[in-house]
């Protein structure tokens, strides 16, 4: 349920850019006009910020990533509006997905256990140095998602962007989920045939 409603705003974000653009509503003596990435962001912004509410009365308690996102788009959103500049919410990914890669990194260098391993850490049981190399290989993707984002809005369209936000994120995100379960799976194999609480060791 989490999953969907961070990728709803999304959806509503592509699907006005494309479907709405041009289009007047009108209720009553109100009226607007789409017009087209600036009514999309807008849109973006406001079910942002629904989606993080909701969320976080579903679990009872704030929804960080969902906060961290609504912060990071309603001021980017905001500037992009006033500005009549798209180049701030196209930032956006970017220093979203840059900002996961410092925290991962961060965990990696100063703390106790990496970020990955204090997520998954409590499912699964793997030596140190397969959740250092599962943590780089996430700090890799938040990097390359990142700096992916910003060479497709400077060399192609708007329009084409728009699409390739829509299809990276979650191609990007199932890439570097498969890459993890194929680095931990030597392990998880292991361990499912010893019957053990820790898996064997293999190869580093």
Known sequence: MKQLLEFIPVVLFIGVYFLLDGETVSVGAWFHTFDG????????MMSTTVCWIIASVMQRKNDRRLMWMTLLIVPMGAATLILKNPIFIQWKPTVFNWGLAIVVLGFQLLGKQTLIERIMGSQITLPRAIWVRIN?????????????????AFNYSEAFWMLYKLYSGLGFTVLASVLTIVVAFPYLKADELDGN????????
Do not use: D, H, K
């Open 37 to 44: 990435i600036y009514s999309a962001t807008a849109v973006l």
């Open 136 to 152: 780089m290989l996430w700090f890799a993707n938040f990097t390359i998602v990142g700096a992916a984002n910003l060479y497709v």
């Open 197 to 204: 609480s820790r898996p064997a060791e293999g190869p580093q």
